[in-house]
């Protein structure tokens, strides 16, 4: 008997010792998964188009914006960033890489780079920006709610304001000149809305299209006798050859309104716009909350761009011998 009683009392100081280790365990146990998430170093892919000044500034942004919220190469996140370079192939193979990597977020930049990994994975959370139209592209169901596994910023331009410009920088200017790519979907939705308008306040438009940068000088130059101004919507071939554009607008003394900033940095004559490096900012705290589990892109609606403001080139305007309004002119971003 006794021994009985002493056996069952050392049996339950043991099993009150084994349930306050458990307890203690368990409490460990969160604050060291804890730390583990804090310190866990996440993959990010970034996926960019083609290389011209708009698209390089979303991609500064976008960085920028995960660093704002502590998200930092180096301390815990390593970027494999890849530059597709315009070309469908290696956009295949990146999306590819990052798969087969398994990678924790894409940042797809510009509308053919987030189809296109878009297409290659269901699973990993893919963050776009410098994107016109989710929607359009079949990138998500709706902006408020995209339902699939993108979301992003939009690059959607004030096409209304844009065209109001070109009517008060060109009051006389009866026919209005668009070059832009036929298999970008971003462009199409840009120059139908801007047709629409255009047309609606008296205006002809014309319109030439190109599938390649090699397009530019001929597509110009079938315009330029028609029109008395261009407009150029935030075409990621045109904007990464403006130059080319000009050469042939500037010879034939016709300005080109643009889509955005980096345009009339590139040579165009102005534009109300997209500043994309804070369009960059945005896409990149909207990873960090992927990121930190405080949000998923299904029900991520998409953002559109903040702060849009005047751009104008005034060497273009002296070139071109165009009188800017005092008015405009007030509190715009000179080049």
Do not use: W
């Amino acid at each position: 008997m006794f021994m009985g009683k002493k056996l069952k009392k050392i049996a339950m100081g043991l099993t009150a010792v084994l349930a306050a280790g458990i307890i203690a365990g368990c409490g460990g146990g969160s604050s060291s998964d804890k730390q583990s998430a804090e310190k866990k170093q996440h993959k990010i892919g970034i996926v960019q188009l083609v290389e011209h000044n708009a698209l390089d500034a979303a991609n500064k942004g976008f960085v920028d914006g995960l660093k704002k919220r502590g998200f930092e190469e180096g301390k815990n996140i390593t970027i494999d960033r890849q530059n597709a370079q315009a070309d469908q192939s290696n956009l295949q193979n990146i999306g590819q890489r990052f798969v087969n990597n398994k990678v924790d977020l894409i940042c797809a930049i510009a509308t053919p780079a987030a189809q296109t990994v878009a297409n290659m994975t269901k699973d990993i959370p893919i963050v776009g920006t410098a994107i016109t139209d989710y929607v359009g592209a079949k990138l998500a169901a709706s902006n408020e709610a995209p339902k699939g596994n993108v979301t992003g910023t939009s690059d959607m331009n004030p096409i209304k304001e844009q065209v109001d410009l070109l009517m008060k920088i060109y009051p006389n200017a009866k026919t209005v000149g668009v070059v832009y790519c036929s298999s970008e979907v971003n462009s199409e939705v840009q120059v139908k809305a801007m047709k629409e308008y255009a047309e609606s306040k008296g205006l002809k438009v014309e319109t030439a299209t190109i599938s390649t940068v090699n397009d530019i000088q001929q597509a110009a130059q079938s315009l330029v006798g028609k029109v008395d101004v261009f407009y150029e919507p935030t075409d990621n071939i045109i904007a990464s050859a403006m130059p080319t554009l000009v050469a042939i607008t500037d010879a034939a003394k016709k300005g080109v309104i643009c889509g955005e900033p980096n345009m009339v940095k590139a040579g165009g004559l102005i534009t109300y716009g997209i500043d994309y490096y804070k369009l960059g900012l945005q896409t990149g705290e909207m990873a960090a909350d992927v990121l930190e589990g405080k949000g998923k892109p299904a029900t991520m609606p998409i953002q559109l761009a903040k702060d849009l403001k005047v751009f104008v080139n005034k060497a273009d305007a002296e070139r071109l011998g165009v009188k800017i309004p005092e008015d405009v002119l007030k509190g715009a971003e000179t080049f």
